[in-house]
């Protein structure tokens, strides 16, 4: 870990707010990690009715009651820029199904934090490392008017309880504490422009060829942009890294750390993403949105051993609704 690291800007979530107290309960960690996904099975044979071998309804009884995914060629959602794919074993992926506009890049907002957290999850045995926050951190939140954690100055926390604030309720607070803490530099600027850098290999190294990140948090400088079909691609590497998936799983979570006054300070931060109370099977992953960016979803569940994992970019509020049909779709063939 470098010195510092360098702040970076951060993408309004729409995050609801986290609340700070001197009381409340911490939640264990938990071990987790992307499920593994039954590879899709050869080739099907058909009866006298056109049907799947097995299978028992007729198109005629189907129609009757409510769509059958299984008839459409393609999910119906809105989004155009989007990109669903069976996440296998974990190690490779399936395309299932991209939208018209899956490889164009656009700005992503604060799903760029799911990178973030990717550079960061490279050094495993800093998870523990104790982080002092800076009132800068709190003045960059106040003057971006970014998604914050609501970290109070002079309180220590850990990397793991950081990587919570920021992944929860979309902390700009939060990433900008660990850029600062894991770019090298000798200056906040310098640090943070290293770290951001750090993303760009990372990006590079995966493959990702429509990202770049000017960003830690995903307000951007200009040039702050991805891909459906990256994103997606992204979250499934991401959901590989158990201290990831465990964390991206929490509708709502509760912590405490040393404050600057000697006493404890409680923090409850609840998840933007709202799928992990809305849809059986949900995992997570990261939420975003902003005025260039509209709404962004990068999204995964698992339902009878599969894992999808999917991306939304360029959306309207209507991104929940549209990652529910796409895996719904997914989960029918």
């Given at each position: 870990?470098?010195?510092?690291a ?8 729409g995050?609801r ?12 960690i938990t ?8 590879t899709p099975?050869?080739?099907?044979t ?5 049907l799947?071998?097995?299978e028992t ?16 060629a393609v ?16 190690s490779q ?5 991209a939208g ?12 760029t934090k ?8 490279k050094h ?11 009132q800068?951190?709190r ?14 100055t002079?309180?220590?926390?850990t990397?793991?309880?950081l ?5 929860i309720?979309s902390g700009?607070?939060?990433?900008r504490?660990l ?10 600027d ?10 760009n290999a990372?990006a590079q190294?995966?493959?990702l ?10 307000i ?11 994103l ?6 991401a959901m ?11 509708k ?15 923090y ?8 992990l109370?809305?849809?059986?099977g949900a995992?997570?992953i990261?939420t975003?949105?902003g ?6 979803l990068?999204f995964a569940?698992?339902r009878?051993?599969?894992?999808l994992?999917g991306?939304?970019l360029?959306?309207d ?17």
């Amino acid at each position: 870990m470098g010195s510092h690291a360098r702040p970076n800007r951060i993408h309004r979530t729409g995050a609801r707010l986290a609340t700070v107290a001197f009381f409340g309960a911490v939640l264990p960690i938990t071990a987790g990690g992307l499920a593994q996904a039954a590879t899709p099975s050869a080739t099907q044979t058909v009866d006298e009715n056109g049907l799947p071998s097995g299978e028992t309804t007729t198109p005629a009884d189907r129609s009757q009651g409510a769509p059958d995914t299984r008839d459409q060629a393609v999910p119906d959602v809105k989004a155009d820029h989007a990109f669903l794919l069976d996440a296998r074993d974990g190690s490779q992926e399936r395309e299932m199904w991209a939208g018209a506009k899956a490889d164009e890049s656009v700005s992503m907002a604060s799903t760029t934090k799911i990178m973030t957290a990717m550079v960061v999850l490279k050094h495993p045995e800093w998870l523990d490392r104790q982080i002092a926050v800076k009132q800068e951190y709190r003045d960059y939140v106040q003057e971006t008017g970014a998604s914050t954690a609501d970290l109070q100055t002079g309180d220590t926390l850990t990397v793991r309880q950081l990587l919570h604030a920021m992944l929860i309720p979309s902390g700009a607070d939060a990433a900008r504490a660990l850029a600062d803490n894991f770019g090298s530099g000798d200056t906040e600027d310098a640090r943070i422009a290293d770290f951001v850098n750090q993303m760009n290999a990372e990006a590079q190294a995966l493959g990702l060829t429509g990202t770049h990140f000017d960003s830690y948090d995903g307000i951007s400088h200009g040039d702050n942009r991805s891909t459906a079909r990256d994103l997606a691609k992204l979250g499934q590497r991401a959901m590989l890294q158990p201290v990831f998936a465990d964390v991206v799983q929490n509708k709502q979570y509760e912590t405490e750390a040393p404050a600057a006054n000697g006493r404890t300070r409680y923090y409850t931060w609840v998840n933007t993403n709202e799928l992990l109370s809305s849809y059986d099977g949900a995992l997570g992953i990261k939420t975003g949105s902003g005025p260039e960016a509209g709404y962004a979803l990068v999204f995964a569940a698992e339902r009878d051993n599969r894992t999808l994992v999917g991306a939304i970019l360029k959306a309207d509020k209507d991104r929940f609704a549209d990652a529910t049909k796409m895996l719904d779709w997914g989960f029918a063939r």
